[in-house]
């Protein structure tokens, strides 16, 4: 039975417990498991391997570049509008979520969530404000998101 250390995702050096061993072409060979991803790696390939009898890998929930790129052009302006200051980003297994800040060191004043449980009832977006009212929901996000454009109209 082989002593593997568990760490992050740390494939630098051989960690305390962990060890080199000599692989086929005479290089050392250091196996570590990854508990990230609960899959062994074998450092000089970086081939991934399923571990046996392991339980299922949680998928996790992300926004795609298009979303990105449509929730980033909206944060830009209204960063340029001095509205939004800060942003953070959260992918858990049963959502994603893009929360936005005046401040850094506050609770965040809008977050744009996806959830894509609810898609086939009230749409896996939605904007939620600070209280946690959800302040638009629905199956588009740039139309979710239209929700915010009244905040950059501004009497001259």
């Given at each position: 039975?082989?002593?593997v250390?568990?760490v992050?995702f740390?494939?630098?050096?051989?960690?305390?417990?962990?060890?080199?061993?000599r692989?086929?072409?005479?290089?050392?060979?250091?196996?570590?498991?990854?508990?990230?991803?609960?899959?062994?790696?074998?450092?000089?390939?970086?081939?991934?391997?399923?571990?046996?009898?392991?339980?299922?890998?949680?998928?996790?929930?992300?926004?795609?570049?298009?979303?990105?790129?449509?929730?980033?052009?909206?944060?830009g302006?209204?960063v340029?509008?001095?509205?939004?200051?800060?942003?953070g980003m959260?992918f858990?297994?049963?959502?994603?979520v893009?929360?936005?800040?005046?401040?850094?060191?506050?609770?965040?004043?809008y977050?744009?969530?996806?959830?894509?449980?609810?898609?086939?009832?009230?749409?896996?977006?939605?904007?939620?404000?600070?209280?946690?009212?959800i302040l638009?929901?629905?199956?588009?996000?740039?139309?979710?998101?239209?929700?915010f454009?009244?905040k950059?109209?501004?009497?001259?």
């Amino acid at each position: 039975m082989r002593s593997v250390a568990r760490v992050g995702f740390f494939l630098g050096k051989i960690p305390p417990g962990g060890r080199a061993q000599r692989g086929g072409g005479g290089a050392p060979r250091t196996v570590f498991q990854v508990d990230r991803a609960l899959l062994w790696c074998h450092v000089e390939s970086m081939t991934i391997q399923p571990l046996p009898n392991s339980p299922p890998v949680s998928d996790v929930v992300a926004f795609d570049r298009r979303e990105l790129a449509v929730i980033l052009s909206l944060y830009g302006r209204m960063v340029a509008a001095g509205e939004w200051r800060d942003y953070g980003m959260s992918f858990l297994r049963d959502s994603a979520v893009f929360s936005v800040f005046r401040r850094a060191a506050e609770h965040p004043l809008y977050r744009i969530e996806k959830r894509p449980r609810l898609r086939n009832a009230q749409g896996m977006y939605a904007v939620v404000a600070m209280d946690g009212q959800i302040l638009r929901r629905g199956h588009d996000l740039p139309t979710v998101l239209r929700v915010f454009e009244r905040k950059l109209i501004r009497p001259v």
